[in-house]
């Protein structure tokens, strides 16, 4: 449901961009360079195009002067790239334009209109996620570790599964947090159990914080390899955050964790 959002931000960085190096191309030297091989090296020369009162093109060697060289360097990169760019923006104005979002719900509206008792069907299981995730009562583990309280109610043990929480509830991933694997011989509840609305897939994420305690670095080792054997993967169905030294983490970081592999 956000791609259309993720195409304009799209659009609006690149044409950010196209104004930046069409403003920059006015600053760039007159002219293109020029490359000759002798005897294994190469020489560089600065090629002017007839223009104004110069009569005939010439080729100046500027092989001594490297911030000439690599001014020019630049204008080939730089008039190479707005074209491109230019031609990018026109496809993703024609793609934003004819952008159609397309969710379960949607498409089956006019159907499940008619038969709401039949709205689960729809989805894989016939499990909904925001379903999925309110049938879920939070269990207690060493209850005296909470910490925080997200704002659907949740106990957490710390500020950055918090923030984890809340930007998860702002793109409306459904989740579970502390939720057991289920996994017969696997005993660990990972920080959030989230199913993906796109696909419903089953995605896990562990945030680490204690990033200077050795012995908890050590011991989530052993715990991403006991994942690893089981069939839950990095880059695949696990994300994996930190928090550092001073127990801050990077919201950036999180908010394209979740836009990349959520959404």
């Known amino acids: 449901m956000y ?42 020369s600065h090629g002017l195009p007839k223009a104004g009162n110069r009569k005939k093109a010439r080729r100046t060697p500027i092989t001594k002067d490297p911030e000439l060289v690599l001014a020019l360097v630049r204008k080939r990169y730089v008039k190479t790239a707005i074209p491109i ?25 006019s159907y499940c209109a008619k038969y709401p008792e039949l709205t689960r069907g729809i989805f894989p299981g016939g499990s909904d996620p925001a379903a999925w995730a309110d049938e879920y009562e939070q269990p207690v583990f060493y209850a005296d570790d909470y910490k925080s309280v ?40 990972p920080d959030f159990t989230i199913m993906r609305p796109r696909d419903h897939k089953i995605i896990y994420w562990e945030h680490f914080g204690k990033v200077n305690d050795y012995k908890y670095v050590l011991d989530n080792f052993g715990k991403v390899k006991d994942y690893i054997s089981y069939g839950i993967k990095p880059w695949d169905n696990l994300i994996m955050t930190f928090s550092n030294e001073k127990g801050g983490y990077d919201g950036k970081l999180i908010d394209a964790m979740i836009e990349c592999w959520l959404l």
Do not use: C, F, W
Not at 25 to 32: D, I, N, R, W, Y
Not at 95 to 109: F, G, R
């Open 3 to 44: 791609y259309k959002e993720q195409l304009i931000s799209i659009r609006e960085s690149l044409s950010d961009l196209l104004s930046d190096l069409k403003r920059e191309m006015e600053t760039l030297p007159e002219g293109s360079l020029y490359v000759d091989q002798k005897g294994g090296k190469n020489y560089y």
């Open 150 to 189: 997200s704002a659907q109610g949740e106990d957490m043990r710390s500020g950055g599964e918090m923030y984890i929480s809340a930007r998860l509830d702002h793109y409306g991933i459904p989740y579970r947090y502390e939720a057991e694997t289920g996994i017969p011989d696997l005993s660990y509840a």
């Open 85 to 109: 760019i230019e031609k990018d923006l026109e496809e993703l104005d024609i793609t934003i334009e004819n952008y159609t979002p397309v969710s379960e719900a949607s498409v089956m509206q």
